[in-house]
């Protein structure tokens, strides 16, 4: 059974950095996507950055330029580097993961992916 386990959300002003990671286990293959997603109050669940296991990445155009993904050298941990923080990027952010026959290509669509971390909460103050 897949699970993932999110932690380093907190509070920032605006313009800072936060660093958020992913303890990922159970995978039965090594060929899956994994990605952040964030929701805020009243709002739908939207995606924010997934990887492929070749190291591609896919980004929304709201934090293009300002967060990066990565996984580490295992690729059991995931990572999401938020610079430049802006009061909009206040949500719950999740980890999750698919693995690459379910879908082709790379996707934002929370959707599609059915393994789910249970959250970290990032508060982004002005």
């Known amino acids: 059974q897949v699970q993932l386990v999110e932690s380093g959300g907190g509070s920032v002003q605006a313009g800072g950095s936060l660093r958020l990671s992913c303890a990922a286990s159970?995978?039965?293959?090594?060929?899956?996507?994994m990605g952040w997603f964030r929701q805020a109050p009243g709002k739908e669940r939207e995606g924010v950055a997934v990887?492929?296991?070749?190291?591609?990445?896919i980004y929304a155009d709201s934090v293009k330029g300002r967060f990066t993904i990565s996984q580490g050298h295992s690729k059991n941990t995931l990572y999401l580097q938020m610079d430049s923080l802006k009061p909009e990027d206040t949500a719950m952010y999740y980890c999750?993961?698919?693995?690459?026959?379910?879908?082709?290509?790379?996707?934002?669509?929370?959707?599609?992916?059915?393994?789910w971390g249970q959250g970290t909460q990032v508060t982004v103050s002005s």
């Open positions: 999750a993961a698919a693995y690459q026959w379910w879908f082709v290509p790379l996707s934002l669509t929370p959707q599609k992916f059915g393994y």
């Open positions: 159970g995978f039965t293959s090594s060929n899956y996507y």
């Open positions: 990887i492929d296991s070749d190291g591609s990445t």
